[in-house]
């Protein structure tokens, strides 16, 4: 295996991949059919005819499809950004295949020109009109531009695919030209030899052994990855770290979804839309239609929002500039995604039987995400199958196949049983205690299950929302979670008051003084004023410390916990969407339990201790540099007491909150009201933001994360 995994060793090359492809200067603006073949077998000029042949005109396109041999048409129509795509497909694909069909496909969005729908109909054995009358089993295949291919109308679809585990591809583009191309890449097959390969910025774990190219976390930082990345074609490759629909972070590497297709007219966009230039250097973009694969796998969050989901206008959207690109199969997020180490093998480790990448990758990433993460566009890759191309001859090949096998131009569809076997009864992927945890969830996924018996400790069985005190039972959760699990280092400020309130909390749950009523009343009383004083502390430190370590505890207690069953609410997202939340039962005593809510367009919105304070955020979409941003932040507490309510902003966005603070007396039950104003510095950069709403009451943390955009200054 050629493996990057020690810090002092050199990137190795695989023989069947190295190349000596110079690193690329500008790779956002270096049209990617000037670079160097990665291998002399393939490619124009070694011999072969072209696999594929682009045309300008929809008339040429269509009697191109109709003669039914030659190499793949492609309506390019005057998108010639498509011919840098076409060119290193040319290095990537060495022969043609007949592509293992969908059992169901639907077209959204209207018909499309009767050559494209040619070679579309065979991607699938059946097709009906509309995605309500999709069957319950068996794969399917969404078929439509962009644009028509709208999250909200199809969410339900692929929710449904979700729960059945089933296989379930999107076949799209930016547009119908960029459509054709992809429908085109579906009927090649990749080169023999080609290595797979996986490059973190966040796995530190040792290198997989399926990875013919390994580059970690550590690699990523000493390592060129703009060299290794473009420099070889790729059977498969996964690109994994921080980012959103735009871009995938790889240290000071960026995995770039900026296009030269143009944008609409005022479209949204990041700081490139505006002359400011990236935020990372600009020698070191990586522009993702430039990475020769036949598989891609972009594993960041909001990678592959669809339609109506993501921040930017699509011509900066990362997945649409894959697909402009030679991957034939492009998996990415719908949404947030917690995507780490498992999900990474899961996918290295995928065989054809598995249904689809991404219907593997979620499985595996059942127990913290809940929901459909990543998504697959294209059917099942060549990169999957076995490593043995067709022969490439004018008298042995049919244009859309093997000769021996019908060709798209007439087939007429069928149904039929799917290759892949459907799950006959509960996702083995999904553990007994997230069985036990989706019962409860089913039922209130904020209720806390271990709440004390009586306000003040003795058991009489009096509590209620009114309590006096905090229950002890939900605060010496609360402490161990935050001094035993590891989330707060030995060195954190407030550690030794939360260990002496965690002592005490601990002596004084002995019967006899919980049951003893002269005994119960001031010892209670005298905890719950330190919890109080300690709620005030923390809620001082979140806003002065966007990276205090407690507020990492969604992502450090939701790794170490299983996740319930989803659960919809009646209250909708900020953007107006179906919110779901689910509860994360810790794996261990010290892991607390917590509660998640997520939008399918925002993601996590949500992120509290159980039991904690529920938040509701009202603020504007956008707001111009320089202007104000005024939010109101609503909070119901499960008892009456004291909330500290605050906003902590993300360290790249140039601006200032409003009062730091605030402290608010509530009824339990009922909305307590507070209002904050965001100062937009005139320099903010024009982009998406978001900004973290908190609350602290009885050490319980609850933090939402509302979405924005910073628009240019008048």
Not at 656 to 668: C, F, I, Q, Y
Request: with cysteine; aromatic share 6%.
């Amino acid at each position: 295996m050629n493996a990057v995994s020690t810090p002092t060793a050199p990137a190795v090359m695989s023989t069947s991949a190295a190349v000596n492809t110079p690193a690329v200067t500008s790779p956002a603006n270096t049209p990617a059919a000037t670079r160097t073949s990665a291998t002399a077998d393939t490619g124009p000029g070694t011999g072969r005819p072209p696999l594929f042949a682009p045309y300008t005109s929809l008339g040429d396109y269509t009697r191109a499809v109709a003669g039914g041999r030659g190499p793949l048409p492609v309506f390019t129509g005057p998108r010639t950004d498509l011919l840098d795509g076409i060119a290193l497909a040319e290095e990537v694909y060495s022969g043609l295949r007949t592509p293992e069909p969908c059992d169901t496909g639907v077209v959204a969005g209207g018909p499309l020109p009767a050559a494209l729908n040619a070679l579309i109909r065979p991607l699938a054995r059946h097709w009906v009109d509309d995605p309500h009358d999709l069957p319950d089993t068996g794969s399917v295949l969404l078929v439509g531009t962009y644009a028509h291919l709208r999250a909200d109308a199809v969410q339900h679809t692929l929710d449904a695919a979700h729960a059945t585990g089933r296989p379930l591809s999107l076949l799209t583009g930016r547009d119908v030209h960029s459509l054709s191309w992809m429908a085109a890449k579906q009927y090649a097959r990749v080169t023999a030899n080609a290595p797979v390969g996986v490059l973190s910025e966040l796995d530190t774990a040792a290198p997989a052994p399926q990875a013919d190219v390994w580059l970690g976390a550590g690699d990523v930082h000493r390592l060129d990855v703009q060299q290794i990345a473009l420099g070889r074609v790729w059977r498969r490759v996964l690109f994994h770290g921080n980012g959103k629909d735009d871009q995938l972070n790889l240290g000071q590497f960026t995995l770039c979804g900026a296009s030269p297709a143009a944008a609409a007219p005022a479209g949204p966009g990041p700081r490139c839309a505006y002359g400011l230039g990236c935020t990372k250097p600009q020698d070191k973009l990586i522009p993702a239609r430039g990475i020769r694969a036949a598989e891609l796998v972009l594993a960041n969050c909001f990678s592959g929002a669809l339609a109506g989901h993501a921040m930017y206008d699509p011509k900066y959207l990362i997945l649409l500039n894959a697909l402009d690109g030679p991957a034939q199969t492009v998996v990415a997020t719908l949404t947030a995604c917690d995507g780490q180490r498992p999900e990474n093998l899961a996918w290295l480790t995928a065989t054809t039987a598995a249904g689809s990448a991404a219907l593997a990758m979620n499985r595996q990433l059942r127990d913290i995400n809940p929901y459909p993460a990543f998504v697959q566009a294209g059917l099942q890759s060549s990169g999957l199958e076995p490593s043995h191309p067709h022969p490439h001859s004018p008298a042995g090949t049919d244009a859309f196949g093997p000769s021996d096998s019908p060709s798209p131009l007439n087939s007429t569809g069928s149904t039929g049983s799917s290759g892949f076997a459907e799950p006959s009864g509960p996702d083995p992927a999904v553990s007994a205690d997230t069985a036990g945890g989706a019962r409860d969830g089913a039922v209130d996924t904020h209720a806390d299950t271990h709440a004390d018996t009586h306000a003040d400790g003795t058991g009489s069985g009096e509590e209620g929302p009114a309590a006096p005190y905090p229950p002890l039972h939900r605060l010496g959760a609360r402490l161990s979670g935050l001094l035993d699990s590891g989330l707060l280092g030995p060195d954190y400020p407030l550690r030794p008051r939360l260990r002496a309130l965690a002592d005490t909390v601990l002596r004084d749950a002995v019967r006899t003084v919980a049951r003893s009523a002269p005994d119960a009343g001031p010892a209670l009383a005298a905890i719950a004023a330190e919890t109080k004083s300690l709620d005030l502390a923390l809620a001082h430190r979140f806003a002065k410390h966007h990276d205090d370590p407690a507020l990492a505890f969604p992502t450090y207690f939701g790794e170490r916990s299983t996740a319930a069953a989803p659960v919809a609410l009646d209250t909708p997202c900020a953007c107006g969407r179906p919110l779901r939340s689910y509860r994360r039962h810790g794996r261990v005593p010290a892991i607390a339990d917590t509660v998640q809510t997520v939008c399918a367009r925002c993601g996590d919105v949500a992120n509290a201790h159980t039991g904690a304070v529920e938040l509701h955020v009202k603020a504007p979409a956008e707001a111009a540099a320089g202007g104000t941003l005024h939010v109101v932040v609503e909070a119901v507490a499960p008892r009456d007491g004291t909330l500290n309510l605050g906003i902590v902003l993300p360290l790249y966005l140039d601006a200032r909150v409003g009062p730091v603070l605030r402290r608010v007396e509530a009824v339990a039950g009922q909305r307590a009201h507070a209002e904050f104003t965001l100062d937009l510095a005139p320099r903010a950069a024009p982009q998406a933001y978001y900004f973290c709403p908190f609350a602290v009451q009885d050490l319980g943390m609850s933090v939402s994360r509302v979405h924005f955009t910073v628009l240019p200054r008048p």
